[in-house]
């Protein structure tokens, strides 16, 4: 029994490990893209990803969150995207550049969404 406890606790150990693994690689590819598409130097690209390696998992759990109807889900959204850009702008990005990064993941939203996303968000 001890050794089926002792394997189960080392499979899930690794899945956890293989998943942080994995969002650290798409954090580095958006440093990159961040970098390359929108021309940010080090340090912005930096920030951002300092700035959504904290808020990524805070937006999950909101749309995650069976309890919450669409219409809280998006204030909560707003509200958590405001907070976001407070810390863009302490972190040292100009309004021009958190404006880019908000068009700029529009747009990766959209792909990732299969190109259409929801009409009349632009």
């Known amino acids: 029994?001890?050794?089926?406890?002792?394997?189960?606790?080392i499979i899930c150990s690794l899945?956890?490990?293989?998943?942080?693994?994995q969002r650290e690689d798409r954090l580095a590819q958006m440093k990159q893209q961040l970098k390359d598409s929108l021309q940010?130097?080090?340090?912005?690209?930096?920030s951002v990803v300092a700035v959504q390696k904290d808020f990524g998992p805070k937006t999950r759990e909101i749309?995650?969150?069976?309890?919450?109807?669409?219409?809280?889900k998006q204030a909560q959204i707003l509200a958590l995207n405001e907070q976001k850009k407070i810390r863009l702008k302490k972190?040292?990005?100009?309004?021009?550049?958190?404006?880019?990064l908000e068009a700029w993941q529009r747009s990766q939203m959209r792909n990732r969404m299969g190109g259409g996303g929801r009409p009349g968000v632009n």
Do not use: Y
Not at 15 to 21: G, N, P, Q, V
Not at 40 to 46: E, K, P, R
Not at 91 to 100: P, R, V
């Open 1 to 9: 029994m001890k050794k089926i406890i002792t394997a189960f606790a």
């Open 15 to 21: 899945f956890t490990l293989s998943a942080h693994a």
């Open 40 to 46: 940010f130097s080090d340090v912005a690209a930096d």
């Open 63 to 72: 749309f995650m969150d069976q309890n919450l109807s669409r219409e809280d």
């Open 91 to 100: 972190a040292g990005l100009t309004d021009e550049q958190i404006a880019k």
